[in-house]
């Protein structure tokens, strides 16, 4: 089970963490990613880790202003986020895959929580 938290009202240019909790299952085994939907529109990755936190990707538009983190002694997935744009306004979920690699495919997502709402005020 995934439980993502952290969202909120923020205005351009500021902060927020997103945190992501995983129940179940073995976490580090498991590829951690974050992905984002606004109303009428696709759900798009964001970010995505590794097991081992070795390996991480960003999706262009967030690029230089988002970091994702995990911490697999407390079963924890993070997504700071800086620099906020209006256009990152969405619901934010974070996804967990037994697959291995990342994959910016959110078919090879298994496991979803269930979003927490990021609204950026310009």
């Known amino acids: 089970q995934l439980q993502a938290c952290g969202g909120g009202l923020v205005q351009a240019g500021g902060s927020l963490r997103l945190s992501c909790s995983v129940s179940g299952g073995t976490f580090n085994m498991l590829v951690m990613a974050w992905f984002r939907q606004t109303p009428g529109k696709e759900r798009e990755y964001v970010s995505g880790?590794?097991?081992?936190?070795?390996?991480?990707s960003y999706a262009d538009a967030v690029k230089g202003r988002f970091t994702i983190s995990r911490n697999n002694d407390r079963n924890i997935v993070y997504l700071q986020m800086t620099g906020l744009k209006p256009e990152d306004t969405a619901v934010y979920y974070c996804a967990a895959s037994e697959s291995v690699g990342v994959r910016r495919d959110l078919s090879r997502y298994e496991h979803w929580g269930q979003g927490t709402l990021v609204t950026v005020s310009s």
């Open positions: 880790i590794s097991w081992n936190s070795d390996y991480s």
